[in-house]
């Protein structure tokens, strides 16, 4: 087998968590490459229902290495809360648990900087869910954030963070009202998370590399979505990292030679949280039902999402960007009883068609989308687990999406659970690396 890359193809929320579980049974390591506490994946088996926000899905797997990469910013404290809640479900942490030297720190001055800084732009708020998670990334683009790595040393970080608390309380009092930070109770609130986390902290980039090397079986697995992607996606609307493809490179330190392929996940319909473009968004019963039917709130927020029509440009355009070698739709249960379905072919602004992504944001903004309009099915497919079985509404509508997109899909998830699922094709276990020389 070899190794990959787990994306979402539209703007998060696309069910990565339950693909990536159920990927992760045939993987050595599973690696988080980018974003925070930010991201939200929940998995339902056997065992209980599980919610994850920094550490990766794969931790419910004897055996498997599951890594925090240098891409993504932590937050010591969410951390730390997380690991408790689920050693409280009986997950175990020890070796199987690994955090890189080179993950920026998330301190309270990054929240506090957020939830102000979105407070301030009114009308213009992007949707933040203030949780430090830009300002840590700006931080590191300035040259003067926090690593990992870092908390190991107590000097080391105590310098960094007099250093920057002197210009960071000044832009918090002057420019934002807000109470200063003091130097001693930050140090030794974060100390104490390096006590607790400090065994976790390695250099992941080599530990990664070696075991790719020895031909261990690797996935890499992605936060939020293409179009929240900092530079590809609906910016400014956007996260504050690289959720597409060529992040999971800069964000392990594994070169791009090493991935050999590239899983899309997708809803069979469209979602989105926060500010920002949605040509496809329903404010109608018909986007009332989806929500309420694909129990469309945010693992981590609690926040609604705004829920729409399948977007067929959207959807290609990730195919394009990241180079999806394959498709996994997930929830197919959730259209049982629509009576038409609605699959988006391209958009309409001022006389123009626009088949591809349009990168100016007043195009998607005011853009009419071009439908297809499709016959639903009224028989249910939760659970279903036989390609066959599904009605034959159901696979002409994924049929067509396969086509729109113009990549093939090997998964349909038809349910929460883990086995609620269609493997078309298992794509790790199509995939073969050459032995090295």
Same mark, same amino acid.
């Given at each position: 087998?070899? =190794?990959?890359?787990?994306?979402?193809?539209?703007?998060?929320?696309?069910?990565?968590?339950?693909?990536?579980?159920?990927?992760?049974?045939?993987?050595?390591?599973?690696?988080?490459?980018? *974003?925070?506490?930010?991201? *939200?994946?929940?998995?339902? =088996?056997?065992?209980?229902?599980?919610?994850? !926000?920094?550490?990766?899905?794969?931790?419910?797997?004897?055996?498997?290495?599951?890594?925090?990469?240098?891409? @993504?910013?932590?937050?010591?404290?969410?951390?730390?809360?997380?690991?408790?809640? &689920?050693?409280?479900?009986?997950?175990?942490?020890?070796?199987?648990?690994?955090?890189?030297?080179?993950? !920026?720190?998330?301190?309270?001055?990054?929240?506090?900087?957020?939830?102000?800084?979105?407070?301030?732009?009114?009308?213009?708020?992007?949707?933040?869910?203030?949780?430090?998670?830009?300002?840590?990334?700006?931080?590191?683009?300035?040259?003067?954030?926090?690593?990992?790595?870092?908390?190991?040393?107590?000097? @080391?970080?105590?310098?960094?963070?007099?250093?920057?608390?002197?210009?960071?309380?000044?832009?918090?009092?002057?420019?934002?009202? @807000?109470?200063?930070? #003091?130097?001693?109770?930050?140090?030794?609130?974060?100390?104490?998370?390096?006590?607790?986390?400090?065994?976790?902290?390695?250099?992941?980039?080599?530990?990664?590399?070696?075991?790719?090397?020895?031909?261990?079986?690797? &996935?890499?697995? *992605?936060?939020?979505?293409? !179009?929240?992607? @900092?530079?590809?996606?609906?910016?400014?609307?956007?996260?504050? /990292?690289?959720?597409?493809?060529?992040?999971?490179?800069?964000?392990?330190?594994? *070169?791009?030679?090493?991935?050999?392929?590239? &899983?899309?996940?997708?809803?069979?319909?469209?979602?989105?949280?926060?500010?920002?473009?949605?040509?496809?968004?329903?404010?109608? #019963?018909?986007?009332?039902?989806?929500?309420?039917?694909?129990?469309?709130?945010?693992?981590?927020?609690?926040?609604?999402?705004?829920?729409?029509?399948?977007?067929?440009?959207?959807?290609?355009?990730?195919?394009?960007?990241?180079?999806?070698?394959?498709?996994?739709?997930?929830?197919?249960?959730?259209?049982?009883?629509?009576?038409?379905?609605?699959?988006?072919?391209?958009?309409?602004?001022?006389?123009?068609?626009?088949?591809?992504?349009?990168?100016?944001?007043?195009?998607?903004?005011?853009?009419?989308?071009?439908?297809?309009?499709?016959?639903?099915? /009224?028989?249910?497919?939760?659970?279903?687990?036989?390609?066959?079985?599904?009605?034959?509404?159901?696979?002409?509508?994924?049929?067509?999406?396969?086509?729109?997109?113009?990549?093939?899909?090997?998964?349909?998830?038809?349910? /929460?659970?883990?086995?609620?699922?269609?493997?078309?094709?298992?794509?790790?276990?199509?995939?073969?690396?050459?032995?090295?020389?």
């Amino acid at each position: 087998m070899g =190794n990959l890359v787990v994306i979402g193809a539209q703007w998060g929320d696309e069910g990565k968590g339950k693909i990536v579980d159920i990927l992760a049974r045939d993987a050595d390591a599973v690696v988080r490459y980018q *974003g925070g506490s930010n991201a *939200g994946h929940t998995v339902i =088996n056997d065992r209980g229902t599980f919610i994850f !926000h920094l550490i990766p899905s794969g931790i419910l797997y004897r055996g498997t290495l599951c890594v925090i990469g240098n891409g @993504v910013v932590v937050d010591p404290a969410s951390l730390i809360e997380e690991m408790d809640h &689920l050693q409280g479900q009986g997950v175990k942490f020890g070796k199987n648990f690994v955090i890189s030297q080179r993950a !920026h720190v998330i301190l309270p001055y990054h929240k506090a900087i957020d939830k102000a800084a979105e407070q301030s732009k009114g009308a213009r708020r992007i949707g933040t869910t203030g949780r430090g998670i830009g300002p840590s990334y700006a931080d590191k683009i300035s040259r003067v954030g926090i690593r990992m790595g870092d908390l190991l040393n107590p000097k @080391v970080f105590r310098k960094k963070l007099e250093e920057n608390l002197v210009e960071i309380n000044w832009f918090l009092e002057q420019l934002y009202k @807000v109470e200063r930070f #003091e130097v001693e109770k930050v140090y030794q609130q974060y100390m104490g998370y390096a006590d607790r986390l400090r065994s976790h902290v390695v250099d992941a980039t080599m530990l990664v590399n070696r075991m790719i090397d020895a031909r261990k079986t690797v &996935l890499f697995e *992605g936060a939020q979505g293409t !179009h929240l992607d @900092v530079d590809l996606g609906t910016y400014p609307y956007v996260t504050s /990292s690289s959720s597409t493809a060529g992040g999971a490179s800069t964000g392990t330190g594994v *070169g791009p030679t090493k991935i050999d392929a590239v &899983l899309g996940v997708a809803k069979v319909y469209s979602t989105r949280v926060g500010s920002g473009p949605f040509p496809t968004e329903l404010t109608d #019963e018909v986007g009332a039902g989806l929500q309420d039917r694909g129990k469309e709130f945010g693992a981590t927020t609690g926040r609604a999402r705004r829920c729409g029509w399948f977007d067929g440009v959207i959807v290609r355009y990730a195919t394009i960007v990241n180079g999806f070698t394959s498709l996994a739709m997930t929830k197919l249960d959730v259209l049982d009883g629509c009576k038409e379905l609605l699959v988006c072919t391209g958009y309409r602004y001022q006389e123009q068609l626009y088949r591809d992504m349009p990168a100016d944001l007043q195009t998607l903004t005011d853009c009419e989308p071009v439908y297809k309009r499709f016959k639903g099915w /009224s028989a249910s497919t939760t659970g279903a687990t036989s390609y066959k079985a599904l009605p034959a509404e159901a696979k002409r509508y994924l049929q067509y999406i396969e086509d729109l997109a113009e990549c093939p899909i090997d998964i349909i998830s038809t349910g /929460s659970k883990r086995d609620a699922t269609i493997i078309l094709k298992n794509p790790l276990k199509t995939l073969s690396r050459p032995r090295s020389r």
